[in-house]
């Protein structure tokens, strides 16, 4: 692999939250290489859904929170960016209804 392959290569992990953004949990993983993105995440679980079945009864917000990396070794990595985001949690709720 070359430098420019290593210098095209981004790595975002993604983090949820659920009516506050203060207990994120780990979501999924986005690799971007060469502008050729590659998603890895789970389904939500039963847990994760009864929460945001919550958010949205109760109008509260789901927040998403991701950060770039250059390499997949976090444990010797801080994220060069921190990104956040919210969006009310019924229009999520909407979607996997």
């Known amino acids: ?43 939500i679980n039963d847990e994760q859904s009864q929460l945001l079945r919550e ?10 929170k991701a950060e770039a990396y250059q390499t997949l070794v976090f444990e010797h990595e801080k994220p060069y960016q921190i990104s956040k985001t919210f969006i009310p949690a019924v229009s999520i709720f909407l979607l996997l209804d």
Not at 55 to 64: E, F, I, T, V
């Open 55 to 64: 958010s949205a009864k109760n109008g509260d917000n789901y927040y998403l």
């Open 1 to 43: 692999m070359n430098n420019n392959q290593v210098n095209n290569l981004v790595i975002i992990r993604l983090y949820q939250a659920f009516n506050s953004e203060q207990n994120y949990q780990y979501r999924g993983l986005l690799t971007i290489q060469n502008n050729v993105p590659i998603i890895k995440q789970n389904p």
